[in-house]
């Protein structure tokens, strides 16, 4: 997968996150399989980005937004379960995605 289309690709699904987790509020039948579907399309791309020619330090935040992506898909499974774990799961993968946002370091 080329770097344009994981890039089209992780920008819909966080929006389908963003308005999963607002919209559960709600409590609209459909909230969770978005907020599932955004969820499992950050995983993948964090997981296919390729890691070969990265440093150390890329490759250890790049474990950070595979981890991230998981702790995701960890938390729409508990939004169909209607526990309110789910909350503190996507919490922290907003962290981890924040803190990597800012480490990494520009391409040149």
């Known amino acids: 997968m080329n770097q344009q289309t994981r890039t089209l690709i992780f920008n ?3 929006l389908l996150v963003l308005f999963g987790a607002a919209l559960f509020l709600a409590k609209l039948f459909f ?3 978005l907020f599932a579907v955004g969820s499992a399309g950050i995983a993948i791309c964090h997981l296919t980005t390729p890691t070969k020619n990265m440093n150390y330090r890329r490759r250890r935040l790049q474990i950070f937004n ?3 992506g998981l702790l995701l898909t960890v938390a729409s499974s508990f939004m169909f379960m209607n526990r309110n ?3 503190l799961c996507t919490t922290i993968a907003a ?5 990597t946002s800012f480490v990494t ?3 040149k």
């Open 85 to 87: 774990e789910w909350i």
């Open 12 to 14: 819909f699904s966080a």
């Open 31 to 33: 909230v969770p399989y």
């Open 66 to 68: 595979v981890i991230a």
């Open 95 to 99: 962290l981890l995605l924040l803190y």
């Open 105 to 107: 370091p520009k391409e």
